[in-house]
């Protein structure tokens, strides 16, 4: 089973909303619409392990960190990202970061 967290980005949640829509009107079962995200969710965790390549270097202040079911969670406050010629500066953010290397395959 690949990782849910992208379902909560605006390209997951559109793909919900249209899921959603579909069962509505019938035209699919939610069965049907539960392996379109079960597909979605292996898609784009191994698109971007294969292909972003871009790397960002941060820096900021450790709030709270937590460690639970082998995902970590950092909060960090003013944090400073940086990407060769790019600066943005902002007061806080969450990372979640789970296993990359998934003993399932994608």
Same mark, same amino acid.
């Given at each position: 089973?690949?990782? $849910?967290?992208? %379902?909560?980005?605006?390209?997951?949640?559109?793909? $919900?909303?249209?899921?959603?829509?579909? @069962?509505?009107?019938?035209?699919?079962?939610?069965? &049907?619409?539960?392996?379109?995200?079960?597909?979605?969710? !292996?898609? @784009?965790?191994?698109?971007?392990?294969? *292909?972003? *390549?871009?790397?960002?270097?941060? %820096? /900021?202040? &450790?709030?709270?960190? *937590?460690?639970? +079911?082998?995902?970590?969670?950092?909060? &960090?406050? +003013?944090?400073?990202? %940086?990407?060769?010629?790019? &600066?943005?500066?902002? +007061? !806080?953010?969450? @990372?979640?970061?789970? +296993? /990359?290397?998934? !003993?399932?395959? @994608?």
């Amino acid at each position: 089973m690949a990782y $849910q967290l992208y %379902r909560n980005t605006t390209l997951g949640n559109s793909l $919900q909303e249209s899921l959603d829509e579909l @069962i509505q009107s019938q035209q699919i079962t939610p069965q &049907l619409a539960l392996q379109v995200l079960l597909q979605f969710d !292996k898609a @784009i965790n191994a698109a971007l392990a294969q *292909r972003v *390549r871009n790397r960002v270097n941060f %820096r /900021g202040s &450790l709030n709270t960190y *937590r460690f639970c +079911d082998n995902v970590w969670t950092f909060v &960090l406050n +003013d944090v400073e990202f %940086r990407e060769v010629t790019e &600066l943005v500066k902002v +007061d !806080k953010v969450k @990372i979640v970061a789970c +296993d /990359g290397k998934s !003993k399932y395959e @994608i």
